[in-house]
């Protein structure tokens, strides 16, 4: 039928890259799970065939994860969390290891990466999803952090992005932020209380719908 077909048209399409691998295996583990017509052992059976090796993929996304937080376990713990974050998210496993690990270089600790990333995807799929959008608030979060204070810059981008940053910061109307300097460990905290209130668990709703998964 039209979901098997799907599926088919999923795996055929799995790309000729390691990260591609990486990208399309998680999807197409989740989505035949769900139909039950191939299991974790077919999935891989079939990228074999096509000669991709996953193992090495997954190798150097633990070896980068090492670089970056500098602790062989600390990658392993990360690893195993992306990984568990990509069965119930409409992203790709290499998507949320990518920015995941972009953030990490920008400033933030391993134990926020996740729930920045959480509250990051909620709002992309909740402003309409998009590998575009979550990039920018992606950015936008590493350059406050990296900054290590919000301003006007910042401010305009999440506007753009659709998001009311004064709201959530209680800025008032009129007042310069360049001026009032806000430390980056009090902005982002408040931006993504901000953000999950208002978006909090869309993504993964829209992750368990049939659609989110083949369109993963």
Not at 56 to 74: E, K, N, Y
Not at 136 to 161: H, N, W
Not at 177 to 193: M, S, T
Request: avoid cysteine.
């Amino acid at each position: 039928g039209r979901l098997a077909s799907g599926i088919l048209s999923l795996a055929r399409h799995i790309g000729e890259t390691l990260w591609g691998a990486v990208s399309r295996v998680f999807g197409f583990i989740r989505t035949a799970a769900i139909a039950g017509v191939v299991g974790l052992a077919g999935a891989m059976t079939l990228l074999a065939k096509r000669g991709i090796d996953v193992n090495l993929s997954f190798q150097q996304v633990q070896i980068g994860l090492t670089t970056m937080l500098r602790s062989g376990p600390a990658a392993a713990r990360m690893f195993e969390a992306i990984r568990k974050e990509a069965l119930t998210s409409t992203y790709s496993f290499r998507e949320l290891a990518t920015y995941s690990t972009q953030l990490i270089a920008m400033g933030f600790g391993a134990n926020q990466v996740l729930p920045t990333m959480r509250a990051i995807r909620d709002t992309a799929a909740g402003m309409g999803g998009g590998t575009e959008r979550l990039q920018r608030l992606v950015r936008v979060f590493g350059q406050i952090k990296a900054k290590g204070v919000f301003q006007g810059e910042e401010a305009m981008q999440l506007s753009e992005a659709g998001l009311n940053a004064r709201a959530m910061l209680g800025i008032k109307p009129g007042q310069d932020i360049g001026r009032l300097k806000i430390p980056a460990e009090q902005a982002i905290p408040k931006l993504l209380a901000g953000m999950t209130a208002q978006f909090g668990g869309i993504e993964t709703k829209l992750a368990g719908t049939l659609q989110g998964r083949i369109s993963n």
